[in-house]
């Protein structure tokens, strides 16, 4: 009885990566059909010895570290500015979510018409302050372009990071911190000593799922520079929709496969961990 | 007469949080504000800027969508992708996750590993093979193509879902039934479902959503505009209308609606969801 549905499951979750890897080994390349048909090891060679492919995965890995840093920041700090409201709650909460309901196409379009450099808000508001270049190339220039997508990929998913340290603070009781305070900690202290430690198995499943999403990340980044800043996704499906190398690109692909693979693992780990430690306590 | 500075000082703190919380909102929502302003004001505000309030308001940028592209045939391809796709994944992942959670049979953690692991593959990696497949399968260029790529994107986590809901159900329930005289099939169907009935429009709509915001595989695997879903036809205003951000940001607003919608609607729900699947 259970056979038919996980039958059906390898063949639409499983065909497309036997697929791909399958793919990489061949030499399906569509300008130039005659390569394929053999089993090679051609990809593999190339992708070692391309550094293009290599800045890529550099790129990913910047857009991860800096999407994390800056969603865990803005979580945190948004969760705890709302921690205690009492008036008006729900709407404070509501702002906070909403960016999340945003599709990542739409916070793209959003952010293109804002960063746009002739007249996008952003510059027009520049403009207005005295000593200050208004013509930035917010989607242009080569050393503001990551951290200006950066941004985008922040504003459209922290609130994930909200959600999380939300429901973490709300579990801290009350008299760890009284404790704190009749001890003499300030704010900072209590935020420290008492917060921290006690919100720290939360944040490292965020900075992991967060991870993932960074490593996942496409539309942002493909819409708002039409493909010419190359994170490992966008590398992938330039090989196949520009150079039309559908080999190459699945070996990229495969590539991403195995990274995801391993972020998946210690994500599994630390929440399995997480949970044991939980039912310990 | 201790207790003054120490008020005082709890005034000050209290001015600076609402301060701060107000700051951190606005900044947030701005966008979004941005967005609902462009979209409401005539062609050319956004040109040249003398307020961040409207001047005056229309609507002829969403009536602009209607008469010169084709955007609501593109919402009705959406809506009709979503439903299928979401659709046939919740009854496949149904299935699936019961199986993974009464059952243990050698490898179910590794299936299960697997399934969330394909969840959080990229979606440009499932691009490219499903794309070399379909080619070889004639199933480019049509919306069945379209519908069976969005169940390979939303199944994993309709199982894992769905397991989540019955790992939650005593298998004690179903039992009773079986001692009653219920098959297992039947148990299934008339115990742990309805049992289960608010997971599964959780699931749905979650699965809808993914379908409904994918502009990857619509916008490759179908050439001809007409079969676009309104995410295809969204992503290609950004080429087109490059300056002319009102009827962009128009666009966007129709295409978020459903969505924002969606989700307040299903708020809790959505938010534990997105926590165990971990996925948008």
């Not at chain 1, 039958?7 to 499983?14: K, S, T, W």
């Not at chain 1, 900075?207 to 994170?231: D, H, K």
């Not at chain 2, 079969?227 to 666009?251: I, K, N, V």
């Amino acid at each position: 009885m259970m056979t038919p549905p996980l039958m059906l499951l390898a063949l639409v979750v499983g065909l497309p990566v036997l697929e791909a890897v399958m793919l990489s080994f061949d030499r399906v390349v569509l300008t130039r059909p005659k390569l394929a048909g053999d089993f090679t090891f051609h990809n593999y060679a190339r992708l070692v010895g391309d550094a293009d492919a290599w800045m890529a995965v550099l790129r990913s890995c910047l857009y991860m570290c800096g999407t994390v840093f800056g969603s865990i920041v803005l979580g945190l700090s948004a969760a705890l500015l709302t921690r205690r409201i009492v008036r008006f709650r729900g709407l404070w909460r509501s702002i906070f979510i909403l960016p999340w309901t945003m599709p990542a196409i739409v916070a793209a379009m959003v952010w293109g018409v804002m960063y746009d450099a002739n007249f996008g808000i952003l510059n027009q508001l520049l403009r207005m302050l005295p000593f200050v270049d208004g013509n930035v190339e917010w989607l242009l220039d080569k050393s503001i372009i990551l951290p200006a997508l950066i941004v985008v990929q922040v504003w459209n998913e922290f609130p994930v990071a909200y959600i999380f340290f939300l429901a973490a603070l709300h579990s801290i009781p009350d008299e760890l911190y009284e404790a704190a305070s009749v001890d003499g900690a300030s704010p900072f202290q209590q935020f420290l000593f008492v917060t921290l430690p006690q919100i720290r198995f939360v944040l490292s499943v965020i900075v992991v799922l967060l991870l993932i999403f960074g490593f996942r990340a496409f539309p942002v980044i493909f819409l708002l520079t039409g493909g010419r800043t190359e994170t490992l996704t966008v590398a992938t499906f330039n090989a196949a929709f520009r150079s039309y190398d559908f080999s190459y690109a699945a070996t990229l692909g495969v590539l991403a496969i195995c990274v995801s693979m391993v972020l998946v693992l210690i994500y599994l780990q630390l929440t399995l961990r997480n949970g044991k430690a939980e039912a310990a306590s | 007469m201790s207790a003054g500075p120490a008020m005082r000082r709890s005034a000050a703190a209290r001015t600076l949080h609402m301060v701060a919380l107000t700051g951190l909102a606005i900044v947030v929502a701005f966008p979004v504000y941005w967005m609902i302003v462009l979209a409401m004001t005539p062609l050319g505000f956004s040109r040249q800027i003398t307020s961040i309030l409207p001047s005056d308001l229309t609507f002829d940028n969403f009536a602009s969508l209607v008469v010169e592209r084709p955007m609501l045939r593109w919402l009705w391809n959406s809506t009709l992708v979503a439903t299928l796709s979401s659709g046939i994944s919740m009854l496949i992942g149904l299935s699936c996750g019961y199986a993974l959670s009464r059952l243990r049979f050698r490898g179910s953690y590794v299936v299960l590993v697997l399934v969330l692991a394909s969840q959080m593959v990229p979606s440009t990696s499932i691009l490219v093979p499903l794309y070399t497949l379909f080619m070889d399968l004639g199933l480019l260029n049509t919306i069945h193509g379209v519908v069976i790529g969005h169940i390979s994107l939303v199944l994993p986590l309709a199982i894992w879902m769905s397991k989540g809901f019955f790992d939650s159900l005593p298998e004690e329930l179903e039992g009773a039934a079986r001692l009653d005289g219920c098959s297992r099939l039947g148990a299934l169907w008339f115990v742990a479902i309805p049992l289960v009935s608010p997971g599964l429009a959780a699931i749905f709509v979650y699965g809808f959503v993914t379908s409904w915001n994918d502009f990857l595989f619509p916008r490759h695997f179908v050439q001809s505009e007409n079969l676009w879903t309104a995410a295809a036809g969204l992503t290609s205003f950004r080429g087109e209308y490059f300056t002319l951000f009102e009827p962009q940001m128009a666009a966007s607003i129709v295409f978020a609606f459903p969505v924002v919608v969606l989700f307040f609607f299903l708020q809790r729900r959505m938010v534990s969801g997105s926590l165990t699947g971990g996925v948008k």
